[in-house]
């Protein structure tokens, strides 16, 4: 893919490990984990044709508070 061996991604992962440290990289994999998982669902709901009831909801609310120009 990038041409990468395993010789320079343990160098790669060596060079993270430092520049974290090893109590932070389970924190920032949750959290990446943590966004993954909201951008699959996200995707996933764009291609549902069902709207989203709570944007739905604050579109009209938004679109009563405007008054009607004409």
Known sequence: MFGLGSTELLIVLGVV???FGGK?????ARGSG????IFKS???DLGTDEPD???DAIE???A???PEQG
């Open 60 to 62: 009209s609310a938004e």
């Open 17 to 19: 490990v430092l520049i």
């Open 34 to 37: 943590r966004a993954l998982r």
């Open 42 to 44: 996200e995707v996933k």
């Open 24 to 28: 932070k990289l389970p924190e920032l």
């Open 64 to 66: 009563d508070k405007k």
């Open 53 to 55: 009831t709570k944007r």
